[in-house]
T-cell receptor, first 117, second 119 residues
């Protein structure tokens, strides 16, 4: 089956630093990847849609200058949390639909737990 | 606007009990997809089922079954003879089709239902 990996699986950083999270589709290609954020005991909220070769589309209320997204290739999207603060601590999950399968076959990564101290 | 409501925040049952997780959705589109995902304590989302809006046939997969009723905009999930390993958060999600644009549409998740199955 299709596999999506995320790296790192967890990270602790100090306030004010930047953190990069990678999302890779291991055995398929994806022109689109989605980034979600999940606070403890809450649901997944879509942050942005990453598009290969073009700018990401951000959901309302998500600061694009704070959450930088780069879809470098058909198998890699990165989310960089710039100048992280404790309120950015969350579980970040990416998902990707394989090219040609349509939106309904999204494969989720295992998530990255970010803690900002 | 799209919306998914999972009114049950937490459910606690004893092993071997049957349990039904409710999901009610709102959408203006006639073409859409509904999903159920399981999120165990490890955090990774596990895909359980996908159902399109034109297929109202109920589905059974082992101890799992799903009841889709368009008339009430509900897509409920039943676990029969629950087991401790079923303990997790279960999310219902909705996605509208973007057939014309051929694009990818986002998933709208419900708040989730935390299921605790006790021995």
């Amino acid at each position: 089956g299709a596999v999506v990996s995320q790296h790192p699986s967890w990270v602790i950083c100090k306030s004010g630093t930047s953190v990069k999270i990678e999302c890779r589709s291991l055995d398929f290609q994806a022109t689109t990847m989605f980034w979600y954020r999940q606070f403890p005991k809450q649901s997944l909220m879509l942050m942005a849609t990453s598009n290969e070769g073009s700018k990401a589309t951000y959901e309302q209320g998500v600061e694009k200058d704070k959450f930088l997204i780069n879809h470098a290739s058909l198998t890699l999207s990165t989310l960089t949390v710039t100048s992280a603060h404790p309120e950015d601590s969350s579980f970040y999950i990416c998902s990707a639909p394989p090219i040609g399968t349509g939106f309904y076959e999204q494969y989720f990564g295992p998530g990255t737990r970010l803690t900002v101290t | 606007a799209q919306k998914v409501t999972q009114a049950q925040t937490e459910i606690s049952v004893v092993e071997k009990e049957d349990v039904t997780l409710d999901c009610v959705y709102e959408t203006r589109d006639t073409t859409y997809y509904l999903f159920w995902y399981k999120q165990p304590p490890s955090g990774e989302l596990v895909f359980l089922i996908r159902r399109n809006s034109f297929d109202e046939q109920n589905e059974i997969s082992g101890r799992y079954s799903w009841n889709f009723q368009k008339s009430t905009s509900s897509f409920n999930f039943t676990i029969t003879a629950s087991q401790v390993v079923d303990s997790a958060v279960y999310f219902c999600a909705l996605s509208e089709a973007m057939i014309l644009s051929g694009g990818y549409n986002k998933l709208i998740f419900g708040a989730g239902t935390r299921l605790a199955v006790h021995p």
